[in-house]
């Protein structure tokens, strides 16, 4: 436990050789529609979750099952030829956390996979995009802990971010993956809405099902069904309104 966040596992799983992938929400929610999507793909199962008295106080209900805001799903799944890796791990929320708890959430994170002999973190982010007109502007950008995943993003032809920021739980990953010399690769997807942007996390899944030729991630359904999935998103986060704490979890964090 550190400052207050603990891991709790329902079940012990090995993740040797496993790619771990963080994904907190943040421009267009385009990490957690992502997230959601490999989640239901690949099946993965709910293993575990992180809790602490400082995330939101909710609840998520899924298939009929309550489950707390942060959890751990994960799968055995070959995700790629002989040097690629064994497991699928996921860690999922639909909120962000409190920013003064990050830093220690992040340690709480790379101490769990650490501990788990992860092999690679990866994350999902969404860029604001400068024009939706301009078809030169890469739709899929990569930034890379260390020179080994700067091969990784080098070998699959994604462009990688030269100049620029990116803040919250991947920020903090990044720097600390990038002082312990961890390997971690951030997909950063152009978002052109303000709202939860599908075909963003479409052309992120679309990446990934290249980079992972073990396993079949299909972005089509997210493409086709993008309007709703919106719609969805936008309903639930306007009925969330008037009990979410505005003080301290502002909805705007989400725009």
């Excluded at 008295?53 to 002989?82: D, E, L, Q, W």
């Excluded at 962000?96 to 769990?112: A, G, K, Q």
């Excluded at 920020?171 to 942007?197: E, H, I, W």
Aim: proline share 5%.
């Amino acid at each position: 436990m550190t400052n207050d966040i603990q891991i709790i596992e329902h079940e012990e799983m090995d993740l040797s050789n496993c790619m771990l992938a963080v994904s907190f929400p943040t421009v267009g929610l385009v990490s957690t529609i992502a997230a959601h999507h490999i989640v239901d793909s690949l099946k993965l199962k709910e293993i575990g979750a992180i809790v602490s008295n400082k995330f939101m106080p909710t609840t998520i209900i899924h298939n009929k099952y309550p489950s707390p805001p942060v959890r751990i799903y994960a799968g055995k799944k070959k995700c790629g030829p002989k040097d690629g890796c064994d497991q699928i791990a996921v860690i999922m929320s639909e909120f962000m956390p409190p920013y003064e708890i990050i830093d220690s959430l992040v340690d709480t994170i790379l101490e769990w996979a650490e501990r788990k002999n992860c092999r690679v973190i990866t994350s999902f982010e969404g860029s604001h995009a400068k024009n939706k007109t301009d078809e030169k502007e890469k739709k899929v950008l990569g930034v890379a802990s260390n020179k080994y995943m700067q091969s990784i993003l080098e070998k699959f032809n994604i462009s990688q971010m030269g100049e620029g920021m990116i803040t919250g739980v991947t920020g903090v990953l990044l720097y600390k993956t990038a002082l312990q010399n961890l390997n971690m690769m951030c997909l950063l997807s152009r978002v052109y809405s303000k709202f939860p942007d599908s075909r963003a996390a479409a052309e992120l899944i679309q990446v990934l099902d290249v980079m992972l030729p073990g396993i079949k991630l299909d972005p089509k359904p997210l493409y086709d069904e993008a309007g709703r999935i919106e719609e969805k998103i936008k309903s639930y986060m306007e009925e969330s309104k008037p009990t979410a704490p505005q003080s301290r979890f502002s909805m705007d964090m989400y725009r």
